[in-house]
């Protein structure tokens, strides 16, 4: 069974440029989450979605940061207008629930920017 | 808000002796509790997770109770190997939601 895939494996970004992350999960899970990893610290959860309805977006920065999965499936992450503090892997996480599911993680795209 | 608490950033072990990682939360509800493990540059990866009738998981030779009264989910294991070098992070999460809430890792680094 594939994992969770995420694409690009790497970003380095001039503060103002714009980038997008996409994501694909296992097959059959509902549920999609993507985290930010700063360096030296433990995930923290940005948005997640059940199918493709938004659950909880209330940690995005949503003046830059923005979050889709139109069909249920593949989600992308989209950063407006990067600034240095942005700098951090981005997880992507898919599950077939909530609660005590576990949460399957992809390899992250690590965000460098300069 | 809901917490997690790794004390150790780092624990460093010779090979063969007993491993405690400590975790504590705090909660509003009464959580799942999970650990996970996260080597270099790989994705973090469930080692275990809490049940809800009490019963110990046990995986790769770790284990973790969970106590409520102290509200603790200690990860242990009799004998560090080599290979269980790596990033653990203590996580919980309550039973309707899907946010995770993750401590600041512990590095464990297990020595010849």
């Known amino acids: 069974e594939a994992g969770v895939t995420q694409s690009p494996r790497y970003a380095v970004l001039q503060e103002g440029q714009a980038v997008s992350f996409w994501c694909d999960p296992i097959s059959g899970h509902d549920t999609l989450y993507w985290y930010q990893q700063p360096r030296d610290q433990g995930p923290q959860l940005l948005v997640y979605?059940?199918?493709?309805?938004?659950?909880?977006n209330s940690q995005l920065p949503s003046d830059r940061f923005s979050a889709v999965r139109p069909k249920g499936t593949n989600s992308t992450l989209k950063i407006q207008s990067a600034k240095q503090g942005d700098t951090a892997t981005y997880l992507c996480?898919?599950?077939?629930?909530?609660?005590?599911?576990?949460?399957?993680f992809g390899p992250g795209t690590r965000l460098t920017v300069l | 808000g809901d917490s997690v608490t790794q004390t150790e950033g780092l624990v460093t072990l010779t090979e063969g002796l007993p491993v405690m990682l400590n975790c504590t939360y705090q909660?509003?509800?009464?959580?799942?509790l999970f650990w996970y493990v996260q080597h270099l540059n790989e994705a973090p990866k469930l080692l275990l997770k809490s049940f809800t009738d009490n019963k110990r998981p046990e995986h790769q030779g770790f284990h973790a109770t969970l106590h409520k009264s102290s509200s603790s989910f200690h990860l242990q294991k009799s004998s560090a190997q080599l290979s269980d070098s790596a990033l653990y992070y203590c996580a919980s999460t309550g039973a309707n939601t899907g946010k995770l809430t993750f401590g600041h890792g512990t590095i464990l680094r297990v020595h010849p």
């Open positions: 979605f059940r199918d493709e309805a938004v659950i909880d």
């Open positions: 996480a898919s599950s077939t629930g909530t609660g005590g599911y576990e949460q399957y």
């Open positions: 909660s509003t509800y009464s959580p799942f």
